[in-house]
């Protein structure tokens, strides 16, 4: 699969924040690392983290399978499925929003206790909806817009099993 980025002709490495879109399509219950097992229910999730390295690779790791389980996001994307990124671009590589978005995410959805969030000291960086709807990217955009650079752009993009279906701008 293309990258959405090297589909787009870019060469530099974009950074940034971003959320994942995730779908969970039945309840279940996964070992995440050194959290343990966690229960995740049938719904919808939304992970922030960032791309300080560049989204691309970032990206590319998460839509990968075959992986060494590292992060906490690793453990459920081997079970889940991406069905969106909403993705901030930062210039400046020392900005990292994330623990900005997971602030304003808690604030609507359900967190996830310490998942993704061992290196800070947020509750967490993983949130549940029952509702696509409520997570969808152009929901989601407000939440993050105030993080990205004045003269950055939001990129939000839909997904599917396969691979990236689309672009917004």
Known sequence: MKSFIASRGREERIK?????????????????????????????????????????????????QEKRMFWHIDYILAEMNIVGLIFSE???SKDR????????LASSFEPIESFGSSDCRCRS??????????????????LIDPYSDSNSMIRALASSG????????
């Open 16 to 64: 940034g924040s971003y959320v994942l879109i995730i779908e969970n399509r039945e309840d279940r219950s996964i070992e995440v690392g050194k959290l343990g097992v966690i229960h995740f229910r049938k719904g919808f999730y939304a992970y922030t983290g960032s791309a300080m390295g560049g989204i691309e690779a970032r990206l590319d790791r998460h839509l990968r």
């Open 90 to 92: 930062t210039k400046n």
């Open 97 to 104: 929003y994330e623990c900005a978005i997971a602030r304003r």
């Open 125 to 142: 960086h993983l949130f549940y909806s029952t509702r696509y709807e409520d997570l969808h990217a152009e929901s989601l955009i407000a």
């Open 162 to 169: 396969i691979g990236m279906v689309s672009f917004f701008e």
